[in-house]
C-alpha cells in the first residue's frame, strides 16, 4: 500500500492543493479564514458509539474546522460535537425534501443504522460519511444515495481521505459507475472491506432489493 495515497497523507496533499488554488468545484464552499483545532480539543473529540476519529478527520480539523460546520456537520466550529443523523434525516437535510423518495432512505437503517454525517458533490446523487465500523486504516466508509430511479445506497469512497482528495482533485478518479474503486488497484482492498462491514455488496443495494425477511 502506497501510504502516500491513505489517510493523514493524503489528506495532507488535499490541505496543500486547498490552500493554494481552492476547491476546482462550486460545490464546496470556500475556506476564507481557516479555524484549526488544537491537539487537545482534537483528543477530546470522539464519534458516537466512543469510536476514534478517523486520520484523515484529525488532521483535516487540525487545518481547519469551519468548512464542516459549513457543510452541517456541527454549529460551533470552534466547540465541534460529532453527533450525526439516521441515514433517513440524513438524506432528508441533504436532499432538501421529505417526499416519497427520500423518505425511503429510512428503509435502509436497519441494514445502515449508524449516524451518518453529509458531504457535498451531487444532485441526484449525494454523499454522506458512515460513521459504522472502520476499515482497516481507521477510515470510515463514504456511501452514495441516489434518486435517479429507485433509491438506491452504495459504498463509493474507503474514506473521508480519497473522498476529499478527489474533490480537491489531488487524485484523477474517473467514475463509470458509483462503485468504479471496488478494482482500483490502491483503494479496492478497503472498498471491499467497507462493502462486507456494511453488507451493501460491491454492487450496492436498490430498496427493493432490501432483504425485509432477515431485518434489512
Known amino acids: 500500500m502506497d501510504e502516500s495515497m491513505h489517510g493523514a497523507a493524503l489528506t495532507d496533499r488535499v490541505i496543500a492543493r486547498v ?30 458509539g466512543d469510536r476514534p476519529l478517523p486520520p484523515s478527520l484529525r488532521r483535516w480539523l487540525a487545518y481547519d474546522s469551519s468548512w464542516l ?19 433517513g434525516d440524513t438524506a432528508e ?14 428503509g435502509f437503517e436497519k441494514l445502515l443504522p449508524s449516524p451518518c454525517l453529509p458531504l457535498v458533490g451531487g444532485s441526484d446523487s ?19 444515495t441516489d434518486l435517479d430511479d429507485l433509491p438506491y445506497v452504495a459504498v463509493m469512497y474507503p474514506g473521508l481521505d480519497v473522498y476529499l482528495a478527489d474533490l480537491a482533485e489531488v487524485i484523477d478518479l474517473d467514475f463509470d459507475t458509483y462503485t468504479d474503486l471496488m478494482d482500483h488497484p490502491e483503494y479496492g482492498p478497503r472498498m471491499r472491506e467497507h462493502a462486507e462491514n456494511t453488507a451493501l455488496g460491491p454492487d450496492g443495494l436498490e430498496f427493493q432489493d432490501l432483504d425485509w425477511d432477515d431485518g434489512a
Open 93 to 106: 437535510w441533504m436532499y432538501g425534501s421529505d417526499g416519497v423518495m427520500v423518505g425511503a432512505f429510512a
Open 19 to 48: 490552500e493554494q488554488d481552492g476547491w476546482p468545484t462550486a460545490d464546496a464552499p470556500d475556506i476564507t479564514d481557516p479555524v484549526p483545532l488544537a491537539p487537545e480539543a482534537i483528543d477530546r473529540l470522539r464519534l458516537p
Open 126 to 144: 449525494r454523499r454522506l460519511l458512515y460513521l459504522g465500523r472502520p476499515d482497516s486504516t481507521g477510515e470510515y466508509p463514504v456511501l452514495v
Open 69 to 87: 460546520s459549513a457543510i452541517g456537520w456541527y454549529d460551533d466550529e470552534r466547540a465541534p460535537v460529532l453527533e450525526g443523523r439516521a441515514l
